[in-house]
């Protein structure tokens, strides 16, 4: 949330860079000069002046690893704890998402690709960020947590860890003496997986303690960063906001609502019923980090008469790991096995879909008759539609071999009056894909897509 909130403050001159110094170092004085200047220089932008509503209270950041991909953004294999009191900064560290995750009491079903994957008979913590609306997914996080442990959570922000390389390349190497290591933007990765997963046995420390000694020595440069590079770190902040790599979540409705009008909560907005929706999500469900390697190009084919639009989407992976599974602590990639879902607009009708040439077919209440902890094949040969406000969202699975591709292709039809335009979505972790998109035989893009646009 501290890195969210100076964000924020990037702008108002020597106003905005004091108040993100304030901010930085844990101690917001709300009568003084650089708050007050800063507020009326926005003009009383809301979540400006709600800062000391916001600056108070607790909040959880979760580190997403989006080399193994997610769906609000990679896989949570660690989180920060962030708590506030009336502008004061009193406790920032890193925690193992394993540790509230042990403490969790009961059962709860999992997803049915979940179960199909791991086959553990269970849903927790570590697999919650499932849903691929931030503001659910975030929701569901929370309530893990709580029964973990962590109550009183006024607000959920995720990270990737691109975002983190990205820091460091602006304000430096950091000094990490309590193991020996000096850790900057190219081996920042490489690092983490290394006390994440080399020699970890069940109750090591060794990766919240990593990650928690690199984390306060980054907060420590920051909080004495230069304006030079004060201003590219600011434009890094928001950058990552304006493309949902950074991605927010209060418990107050108010609050959730400015965050929405900012376009800042990962929220999946119903774009109107003549603009065509398009937003394909993964999760990596593989347990490895292909996501290093795997590429992805749509092509779109739309034809139109006046009764009904026609809609062929077809998606392509390119896989171009070395290894078939992580060679560890050299490459921790390999095979992609995914699970896709494809969010278009609630009337679009489908047809047919294939994988790898496969027709699949729908999934029917009879293939969900036995409890989805009790799944134990994963369903190669059919698709499922879940239904929400506004659109729908149809999964399947999907399988790359390393050094190989494979392909999905989708045939649907819409309703589309006037001309045609269409909101096209990139999934958190994705730095961009490949889209084409021609319609009723012109070609109206071709190129990439590095954030939401409306074509």
Known sequence: MTVVLVGVAGGCGWSGYGLAREILRGEVNFSGGNYQFFNWCTNGLPIVGRLGQILDGKYIVLLQNNRELRATGGFVGSYVRVIWDMGKLVDLGVQDIYVPDGKLVGHVEPPYPVQESFRQGWWKLRDANWDPDFASAAATVKWFLEQGGETGIKGIAAVNLDLIQRWLGVIGWVNVPEFGEVVNADNMYSLAQKYAETSWYEGSKQKQEFLGAVGEEVVKLTRNVSIRKYIPLMKLFYEELSKKQMQMWFEDEEMRRIVDSLGWGGRIE??????????????????????????????????????????????????????????????????????????????????????????????????????????????????????????????????????????????????????????????????????????????????????????
Not at 393 to 405: A, L, Q
Request: contains cysteine; positive net charge; hydrophobic residues 35%.
């Open 270 to 455: 119903k774009p109107g019923r003549e603009i065509d929706l398009l937003y394909v999500v993964e999760s990596n469900l593989g347990a490895n980090k292909s996501n290093c390697c795997v590429e992805r190009r749509l092509t779109h084919d739309v034809k139109r008469d006046e009764h009904v639009t026609r809609e062929k989407l077809r998606i392509e992976w390119m896989n171009t790991s070395e290894y078939d599974s992580p060679v560890k602590p050299v490459f921790w990639g390999g095979n992609y096995l995914t699970y896709v879902r494809v969010v278009l607009p609630e009337e679009a009708k489908i047809q047919d879909i294939k994988v790898r040439g496969l027709i699949l077919r729908m999934s029917t209440p009879n293939d969900f008759l036995m409890p989805n902890s009790l799944r134990q094949e994963i369903s190669w040969d059919m698709y499922n539609i879940e239904k929400r406000s506004g659109h729908q969202i149809v999964g399947f699975w999907v399988r790359v071999e390393h050094k190989d591709s494979a392909t999905a292709e989708l045939e649907y039809e819409s309703v589309r009056a006037g001309e045609y335009k269409i909101l096209v979505k990139r999934q958190p972790g994705i730095e961009k894909f490949g889209y084409k998109l021609t319609v009723d035989g012109k070609t109206k893009f071709d190129g990439f897509i590095n954030r939401d646009i409306l074509i």
